[in-house]
């Protein structure tokens, strides 16, 4: 079991921050989106509640992208601000529709149509897929890991003096 963790203990790093992260996203989207809507009342949004959601949204994905960039991912080299930038908002439509999928699937398809089938159509079995495929997504495609961090873990082969090298090849050692 030890061998185990230590085989995928990078992973499950990643995976508890991006939790946390997640988690922190998704208080900042709910509540900036009751803000904007309620606050004192009739907040500055209440009759706007698309607006307020967008708002809210694109804050928190904000929000996630950095804490992703420079806590859960923070390790991997730069691939430049707009191109992960641009990704991580794709990658995250791409899991919008997912999840909107599955509820289309459920609701008009399925014909679940009471509000407990939308919700554990959409923000149970729709939430649980587009967080995978944004974890696995982020990781491969908006932080990808270069040649020298995917390798990192790895030992390098042990070879007995002389073999395995070539004199056109460079020295490896540290």
């Known amino acids: 079991m030890n061998a185990l963790y230590r085989r995928f203990s990078h992973l499950v790093h990643e995976l508890a921050k991006f ?5 922190i996203a998704f208080v900042i989207d ?20 698309l607006s307020a959601k967008a708002i809210s949204v ?6 996630a992208y950095f804490a992703n960039r420079h806590w859960t991912w923070g390790d991997r080299e730069r691939t430049g601000f707009r191109r992960e930038y641009i990704l ?17 699937l459920s609701h008009y398809v ?9 919700n554990l159509s959409a923000n149970g079995i729709g939430l649980v897929l587009g967080t995978a495929f944004r974890f696995f997504s ?6 990808p890991a270069t040649a020298d961090a995917a390798f ?7 070879f007995p003096s002389g073999a395995g090298t070539s004199s056109s090849s460079p020295s490896t050692s540290t």
């Open 58 to 63: 694109i804050v928190a994905m904000t929000f």
């Open 138 to 143: 982020y990781r491969r495609w908006v932080f």
């Open 152 to 158: 990192a873990d790895e030992e390098a082969p042990s």
């Open 88 to 104: 991580f908002f794709v990658v995250n439509g791409v899991a919008l529709l997912m999840s909107v999928g599955v509820l289309w």
């Open 19 to 23: 939790g946390v992260v997640g988690a």
């Open 30 to 49: 709910v509540g900036l989106f009751n803000l904007l809507r309620f606050a004192g009342g009739e907040g500055p949004l209440f009759d706007k509640p």
């Open 110 to 118: 399925l014909g679940f149509t009471s509000p407990l089938a939308d």
